[in-house]
């Protein structure tokens, strides 16, 4: 591939970086000297189609060099791995997205670092360049797949040195701990005890909490004394979940019919429309006051359900159906976060108590999740 012509993408990409996110110049840096194309050599685009997921597989040796680099340093996620089931399992995130996180996690010379989730060992290398030494980078993935592919990549473009493991990140790497900064590439919905264990006083941890509502993206700190706390930052991303090997997706069993009773039309007020479940900020709200909710479609179903109480509410051709006091519970929450103006996940803080409790903060409120 030429050298020309690939330096020259790489420049285009840093361009469409510097659009979306306000970074350092370091980061640029290491975007500029990190080239994605060694790391992705195939990847699925998924097709338009209204019935069905179509995925496409785009392969390095069947398309032009100018084309290919075309296609790869383009400021958009490429998946690079399906599951058995057809769903997403591993994938190059967006690179904007990555230089975000990378400003977050403020990884310094000299500082060791902890990568849950290789995937195609791009942001493992990005993390070698921020950190001057690939020997102070760990990377560990579930795919042992992923991890072969991604360790001549990895060393073509940074060097040997780095600790390169096929395994369960969500119990940390506890060889080479404790650890300046962790970062975790995929979404779980919680924090392992293991990582904040292995980080070091001091040090920072990024990751996806991915909640059956909403995801957010925390930073957390542990002070001298051990105590972990942090804040909520305003990216909006989707991770590919983090799992130990078994599997990551769940689908929940939901009536495909209209249930009873009807508790309401949707054109009376008041006029909460199902389409705010899906509203990020209110997702993220609503989470923090009903910890275990979680919310599915099926055709022209919406649902929202509480497992915790055993409450199910359906949204179906303009009515709402099922709990009346779930949906009671959503209208009152729906009011109090428009009386409070609406805010927004970076809004809140979130502290982790000895027992592992999560606790979000807002001003003077405070919710267990």
Not at 192 to 204: D, I, K, T, Y
Request: net charge neutral.
């Amino acid at each position: 591939m030429q050298l020309q012509q690939a330096l020259a993408a790489q420049h285009v990409l840093v361009q469409a970086i510097k659009q979306e996110e306000q970074v350092d110049q370091r980061i640029l840096d290491a975007f500029l000297r990190t080239p994605r194309h060694e790391f992705v050599a195939e990847f699925y685009e998924r097709m338009p189609d209204k019935k069905h997921v179509v995925w496409k597989q785009r392969k390095q040796t069947e398309i032009q060099e100018e084309a290919w680099l075309q296609l790869v340093y383009r400021d958009v996620a490429l998946t690079t791995r399906l599951d058995a089931n057809g769903f997403p399992g591993s994938s190059s995130s967006m690179p904007s997205i990555m230089a975000a996180m990378l400003q977050a996690l403020q990884a310094k010379q000299g500082q060791r670092v902890l990568e849950i989730g290789t995937g195609t060992g791009y942001n493992a290398a990005l993390l070698a360049y921020l950190v001057g030494d690939p020997h102070l980078v760990t990377t560990i993935d579930v795919d042992a797949e992923l991890v072969k592919l991604a360790v001549p990549a990895i060393t073509r473009c940074i060097g040997p040195g780095m600790t390169i493991i096929a395994g369960d990140g969500l119990q940390g790497v506890e060889r080479n701990a404790p650890y300046d900064r962790i970062i975790a590439t995929g979404s779980y919905p919680s924090v392992p005890r293991s990582w904040l264990v292995q980080l070091a006083p001091g040090g920072l941890l990024l990751m996806n909490l991915q909640r059956n509502l909403a995801n957010v993206m925390l930073l957390l700190e542990k002070d001298e004394q051990g105590a972990i706390a942090g804040k909520i930052l305003p990216l909006k991303a989707s991770f590919m979940p983090l799992h130990d090997g078994s599997g990551a997706y769940y689908r929940c069993p939901v009536p495909h019919e209209p249930i009873e009773p009807m508790l309401q039309e949707l054109s009376s007020p008041p006029s909460f429309q199902p389409a705010n479940l899906s509203h990020k900020e209110f997702a993220f709200f609503l989470q923090c006051h009903l910890p275990q909710a979680r919310r599915s479609t099926y055709a022209d179903f919406q649902y929202l359900e509480d497992p915790s109480s055993r409450r199910l509410i359906q949204f179906y051709h303009g009515t709402v159906r099922g709990s009346q006091s779930l949906w009671q519970e959503l209208q009152a929450i729906d009011k109090d976060y428009r009386m409070l103006g609406c805010p927004k996940r970076q809004d809140f803080s979130c502290e982790i108590a000895a027992n592992h409790q999560y606790i979000i903060v807002y001003k003077d409120r405070r919710w267990i999740i």
